[in-house]
């Protein structure tokens, strides 16, 4: 029988694991990170955050500039980290790169009252897109609104198809104190799931869909976005799936240092290099995938020791 969550006990997240991959996860110091790099998993560190998320800018740069008519290609990106937005729209602008032909999916988008939030929310992903990044770029260089893929829920199925008419290049992401990308959260402990989680194959077979959120999520969201109020974060959420983040050339995780913390960075990190997929650590699944790069911001990576403040 796997361990209970310590956290939720009707989910899945990474308290079930074996205590031994918990331990050697917080044992490893910022050199054994780099040392977990292998052929399929880059690690990248950076020592500022100018050059961090500059780095992150320059990837939304590198996708556009390869797509043409006849080979559209873009990527997808998230909403968590944002800092990377406005650095994209300057560089277009500044450098006049015509990015009309190029592509983007919006990685995900909350969901209530079985609809998506409507982009005057608050709390929107959309809305930050367009405020941070899209509705700043020149509309002479910026690439036509059918080429900006969200996530509605009324055009799940066309959202997912589009990944087959344009190519993917990168897939951005952050990770989440439950160790997820976009919103790729751990299921709940029921039914066929009640005694174990998913296996990797079936998590994987999971598409653009609707989730219902851990709770640790719901709490992460509204201490970063929303001042703490809990009651105001949706409990559910639109999110690329899987299926979509296979067919993407590359996936590259954005580690500034306080969306997860100093033990999760390290943990999926572990679980990536030492190919240990579980779908109680979602991030972890990436250990199958094909380009997986991991970038950390130096200062950020902290300590797993205990220190009382």
Request: some cysteine.
């Amino acid at each position: 029988m796997r361990n209970l969550s310590k956290v939720a006990r009707d989910y899945w997240d990474y308290t079930t694991l074996d205590q031994e991959i918990l331990d050697d996860a917080a044992r490893l110091k910022p050199d054994d990170i780099a040392g977990l790099a292998r052929p399929g998993f880059a690690i990248r560190f950076y020592d500022t955050l100018e050059s961090f998320f500059l780095a992150e800018a320059l990837e939304y740069i590198a996708a556009w500039k390869q797509s043409t008519p006849d080979r559209p290609a873009g990527i997808c990106g998230p909403i968590g980290p944002t800092e990377q937005l406005p650095l994209v729209a300057q560089i277009v602008n500044d450098l006049s790169i015509d990015v009309r032909d190029g592509h983007f999916w919006a990685m995900d988008e909350w969901y209530r009252d079985g609809s998506a939030v409507p982009v005057t929310h608050p709390l929107s992903f959309a809305r930050a897109d367009l405020e941070l990044c899209f509705n700043r770029i020149d509309r002479r260089l910026r690439m036509p609104e059918e080429n900006i893929h969200f996530i509605r829920a009324d055009n799940v199925q066309a959202y997912s198809a589009s990944y087959d008419a344009a190519r993917c290049l990168v897939m951005q992401g952050g990770q989440g104190e439950v160790k997820h990308w976009a919103f790729n959260d751990p299921v709940k402990r029921e039914g066929r799931c009640k005694d174990a989680p998913p296996t990797p194959a079936e998590y994987r077979a999971f598409a653009t869909r609707v989730v219902d959120l851990h709770p640790m999520t719901i709490i992460q969201n509204a201490r970063t976005s929303g001042g703490g109020v809990v009651s105001a974060v949706p409990s559910q959420a639109l999110s690329v799936g899987p299926v979509e983040t296979w067919k993407a050339d590359k996936v590259s995780i954005w580690h500034p240092g306080w969306h997860d913390n100093p033990f999760g960075m390290r943990l999926t990190t572990l679980m990536i290099a030492k190919r240990i997929p579980d779908s109680a650590v979602p991030m972890s699944l990436l250990a199958d995938h094909p380009d997986v790069q991991f970038n950390f911001y130096r200062p950020g990576i902290g300590t797993c020791d205990a220190e009382m403040h």
